[in-house]
């Protein structure tokens, strides 16, 4: 496995997020237009998406920004308030995943957007706990959106 892939599967698990949760996600957005579409010909394309270096910078920053706010740890506490609280018009999470679904082009974009909406399964979750005491996922969830996003375009475009 490549090594940004490995690093990125054990951070995510780290994060509550399996390579499974994610699978799920695409396939989810994938299978209005397969027939037969089994979740293991999905999990390549997530992989694939992980071995990307700019996808774990991405994943880096995303994750540290949350696990910061959580510890309450920034430099900037009017920043870090907005964080924490998940601000509904900061949205520098969504301009995050951007990077990662710009890689993947407009059916990405698109993916990013339906997912982000409906809140399906670990994206709900995510968004949900998020929500607790103590708890921050106001990037994670984004980069999770993303990452399922970037898949189902790979995979639609094979
Ligand atoms: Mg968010």
Same mark, same amino acid.
């Given at each position: 496995?490549?090594?940004?892939? #490995? ?15 994610? +699978?799920?996600?695409?396939? =989810? ?5 397969? +027939?037969?579409?089994?979740? /293991?010909?999905? #999990?390549?394309? +997530? ?10 910078? %991405?994943?880096?920053? &995303? ?5 910061? %706010?959580?510890?309450? *740890? =920034?430099?900037? /506490?009017?920043? #870090? /308030?907005? +964080? ?6 900061? !949205?520098?999470? #969504? ?22 909406? *409906?809140? =399906? ?8 706990? !998020? ?14 959106? &993303?990452?399922?996003? %970037?898949?189902?375009?790979?995979? &639609?475009?094979?």
């Amino acid at each position: 496995m490549n090594p940004f892939t #490995e690093k990125a599967l054990i951070l995510l698990q780290s994060r509550g997020v399996t390579l499974d949760d994610i +699978v799920d996600c695409v396939y =989810y957005l994938q299978k209005p237009y397969h +027939v037969n579409l089994q979740h /293991k010909d999905l #999990e390549e394309s +997530v992989l694939r998406v992980l071995d990307k270096r700019e996808v774990w910078h %991405a994943l880096i920053t &995303a994750i540290e920004l949350d696990v910061s %706010a959580e510890k309450s *740890t =920034y430099a900037n /506490k009017d920043l #870090e /308030k907005i +964080v924490q609280m998940d601000e509904g018009l900061y !949205g520098m999470d #969504e301009v995050l995943a951007y990077g990662i679904c710009n890689l993947y082009g407009s059916i990405a974009m698109t993916n990013f957007g339906f997912i982000d909406k *409906t809140k =399906y399964g670990i994206v709900g979750r995510l968004n949900e706990d !998020g929500k607790k005491e103590g708890v921050c996922h106001t990037f994670l969830d984004d980069m999770v959106g &993303a990452i399922a996003a %970037a898949a189902a375009s790979r995979f &639609a475009h094979k």
